[in-house]
């Protein structure tokens, strides 16, 4: 049994201050992911505080032999971004969608609302999917299994996906800044809904 | 050169000896990566007022904590059993009246097989189905009563769950042609709830209210028509109000035991079965 699994069973007894220990564990790690995927602090904030609400309320239904307490809570934020923007209307405009004032935006996100238009035609190099696994690997250093857990799917089919992404990614975009090709495509999604594979 | 992004580029040539061929492009675009990533903090506000709520919010156990009560309520269960079987004339004389002792509830015979809760029941290894992901394609879910999910099993589009000895949250339709509606051939549901279509982001229609505990069918009429190719996202919401009206961002995603949203995720097609 490891660490987590140990709090784990202490919450399901209900010991909320062992679900602190996991909260102060993993609310970095899950406010990243979902500002990866949103670029917005507000949002990430009020998506962060779902993630760990729903976990509260769920940790009951979670058997530490069957997964991994990490996964299970990557995938509970997943979700959670995956109905905000089901939930989001389709036609807001590109400045809402960062909820944040000027001064807060980051320069990767300035970059990527002046440069949209250069990288549209690298938006069908990576899939939903393929930035993910990416961003999971390299920027989250998780493994292929739990990135397996995570995003669904087989670890064998996760390294096929990441090593040809990068391939990909190698053949199709040269120098072009790969955080605004992240950024515009997480715009695009807002925007548009386009993929969640 | 890094130990981080020495070891991310082994790993990179283990998976694909052929990126050795194109290192120095190849480290390029992972240096990148790991440059371009957002140094982002969460405020520490913000994390702390979220760690106060949530550590005072209470949590009811939800595993078997034995009650004290059990061991006074025992011994006095087996008492009167012992009294029934001794003391025979207070069962079976006529002159004295047939009362039988009542024996409290606590002896009374439990089911050898005790139903959990839904939520309660996660899934064995052998009965998690992996469904190769192709892209394009989002993960699915769906938690069955028996009768659904044998079926469900054998279609490629549904990732079957395994059913407890009770039936979870599920959705399920096996096929969908071009209309003005979608047939749910099978829906069950523990909470009040409603069955939402989407096409992307758009809403088609939403359903009837679908009351809970009942395995049941259900056909949401649609807004527009739907045509062949078009891949429609059927997604099973609690209905939080219980307004029987689906409220975005109050009515939330039904979810099963593993977090993932109750959804089917089929493809309208004129083929004929």
Known sequence: MDEDSSYVAKVQLGNTEAFGVLYDRYLDKIYRFIYYKTFSKEVAEDLTSDVFHKALTKIGSFDSEKGNFSAWLYRIARNSVIDHYRTKKSDVSLDDTFDVGVDERTPEALDAIAGLGQVTEYLQTLTAKQREIIMLRVWEEKSYREIAEIVGGTEDAVKMTYSRSIRDLREKCGNVSLGAIFLACNLIETLRFHDFS | ?273
């Open chain 2, 1 to 273: 050169m890094n130990e981080h992004l020495k070891s991310i580029l082994e790993d990179l040539y283990r998976l694909d000896p052929t990126l050795k061929g194109e290192e120095e492009a190849i480290s390029g675009i992972v240096t990148t990566l790991l440059r371009e990533k957002p140094e982002v903090v969460p405020d520490a506000s913000f994390v702390a007022r979220l760690r106060a709520e949530i550590v005072s919010t209470s949590v009811h156990p939800t595993r078997a904590v034995p009650s004290p009560w059990y061991f006074y309520a025992a011994p006095a269960g087996v008492f009167a059993l012992l009294l029934l079987m001794l003391v025979p004339q207070f069962v079976t004389s006529p002159t004295v009246p047939a009362v039988v002792p009542q024996a409290p509830d606590s002896t009374r015979v439990v089911p050898e097989s005790v139903p959990q809760p839904a939520y309660m029941i996660a899934p064995t290894e052998e009965e998690f189905v992996d469904i190769p992901m192709n892209d394009g394609v989002q993960m699915k879910s769906m938690g069955g009563a028996p009768e659904t999910s044998s079926r469900a099993a054998e279609d490629l589009s549904l990732m079957a769950l395994p059913v407890g000895d009770e039936p979870m949250n599920s959705v399920y339709v096996s096929s969908l042609q071009p209309g003005m509606s979608v047939h749910v051939e099978a829906v069950f549901t523990v909470a009040p709830a409603l069955l939402v279509v989407y096409s992307g982001t758009e809403v088609l229609g939403v359903s009837e209210p679908i009351l809970p505990g009942i395995l049941t069918e259900s056909t949401v009429v649609l807004s527009r028509m739907t045509h062949s190719g078009e891949e429609l996202v059927i997604v099973l919401y609690e209905d939080r109000d219980g307004d029987g009206i689906f409220t975005p961002g109050v009515d939330h995603m039904l979810t099963d035991p593993m977090g993932n949203p109750i959804q089917q995720i089929v493809v309208v097609s004129d083929r004929p079965f």
